[in-house]
């Protein structure tokens, strides 16, 4: 079983920096590929970024790079997304997300989802 609890969301002012909380059970950094996904107000739920198991390795919307950071920490089964740099139009729900394998391609569908956190970005 696969959990996923995100927290860290709020309201921040353009410009301004937000880290994201994704706090998973038991083993699933080591079985799945993690990421963080996003919807704002009638929109498409969108990529945002991914992690790999075990190379680590990251993927980012070009939307974001630059400015959107993704790390884990293994001990306390915890996903990060660091946002600085924000913009209005990254006002969305962001989701946590576990991948199918520790493999990520572009498109890949995640087999499990968090609840959700609200990231409110002010001009």
């Known amino acids: 079983q696969v959990q996923l609890v995100e927290s860290g969301g709020g309201l921040v002012q353009a410009g301004g920096s937000l880290r994201l909380s994704c706090a998973a059970s038991g083993r699933t950094f080591s079985r799945y590929a993690m990421g963080w996904f996003r919807q704002a107000p009638g929109k498409e739920r969108e990529f945002v970024a991914a992690l790999t198991c075990f190379t680590e390795t990251t993927y980012f919307a070009d939307s974001v790079k630059g400015r959107f950071t993704i790390s884990k920490d293994n001990a306390k089964n915890t996903l990060y997304l660091q946002m600085n740099s924000l913009k209005p139009e990254d006002t969305a729900v962001y989701y946590c997300?576990?991948?199918?394998?520790?493999?990520?391609?572009?498109?890949?569908?995640?087999?499990?989802w968090g609840q959700g956190t609200q990231v409110t970005v002010s001009s």
């Open positions: 997300a576990a991948f199918s394998s520790c493999t990520y391609n572009y498109g890949s569908s995640p087999g499990y």
